[in-house]
């Protein structure tokens, strides 16, 4: 796993829940790896574009086997899985939800081109809930 870390900044947000959406998509990522497979997590301040809004980016991309097209479109539903006998299909239902609690942003894009598959989750979660519009009174969560 290659990590990298970049100008650490502070955001808001409820640890335990943080701690959930990181630990979902990392254990996805691992699951949807081989045994050589590669997996590079970066963390770095960011600048919203739409927005304006500082925070920080979180990117996680696997060299996995990729997401199909079918399932792309059903990937946040509740339920929906994948994974037929180990999966509950909650995991980036709950992903979502945890980013969208905190005003963030996630997106995806993934390949299963042989020889070329893996996928790449963005987040960006802002610097301060309060940027956009009031929020819930959160602890402070240290992206560092």
Not at 54 to 62: L, R
Not at 66 to 90: H, M, N, V
Request: one cysteine or more.
């Amino acid at each position: 796993m290659q990590k990298e870390f970049r100008d650490a900044r502070e955001i808001y947000g409820f640890p335990g829940e943080l701690r959930q959406l990181f630990s979902n998509l990392l254990v996805n990522a691992i699951e949807a790896m081989s045994q050589n497979g590669r997996l590079h997590l970066r963390v770095a301040r960011a600048r919203e574009q739409s927005s304006g809004r500082e925070g920080v980016c979180v990117v996680f991309a696997d060299s996995g086997r990729g997401i199909r097209p079918e399932d792309r479109a059903r990937l946040f539903e509740p339920f929906y899985t994948t994974k037929k006998d180990s999966g509950t299909g909650l995991g980036l239902w709950l992903v979502e939800e945890i980013v969208r609690k905190h005003h963030g942003k996630i997106r995806v894009r993934s390949s299963v081109r042989p020889g070329a598959s893996g996928t790449i989750f963005w987040l960006f979660l802002p610097e301060h809930p309060n940027s956009t519009r009031k929020a819930h009174t959160a602890p402070q969560y240290s992206a560092r």
